[in-house]
């Protein structure tokens, strides 16, 4: 069974910075594209940033180049580093794997994890 656990997230004043980690667990990380999605209150969870399982990374304009995305497939794991943090980066942090290398592919799994919380506040 397919599993996410996502960690790292926290309080931090806008222009810090942040980075979340994803162990996953349950499929064969290195065969997938992965992402990372956020969701803020009242608003639909949406992707803001995409890597191939070649590695090749894609980001919405929203947060490219203050977000990094990242993987260690010996480790199952995705980061996400976040810099020059805003406060409408303020949400629920989730990753999941894509059905596809495309950027426009839709999350493979329905299972999600918890999340991580991020809040961007002085």
């Known amino acids: 069974q397919v599993q996410f656990v996502e960690s790292g997230g926290g309080l931090v004043q806008p222009g810090g910075s942040l980075r979340l980690s994803c162990e996953a667990s349950g499929m064969i990380f290195s065969h997938y594209a992965m992402a990372w999605y956020r969701q803020a209150p009242g608003k639909q969870r949406a992707l803001i940033a995409h890597?191939?399982?070649?590695?090749?990374?894609d980001y919405p304009e929203s947060v490219k180049g203050r977000f990094t995305i990242s993987r260690d497939n010996a480790k199952n794991t995705l980061y996400l580093q976040m810099n020059s943090l805003k406060p409408e980066d303020t949400a629920v942090y989730y990753c999941?794997?894509?059905?596809?290398?495309?950027?426009?592919?839709?999350?493979?799994?329905?299972?999600w994890g918890q999340g991580t919380q991020v809040t961007v506040s002085s």
């Open positions: 890597i191939t399982a070649g590695g090749s990374t």
């Open positions: 999941n794997a894509k059905a596809s290398d495309s950027y426009y592919s839709a999350p493979k799994y329905i299972v």
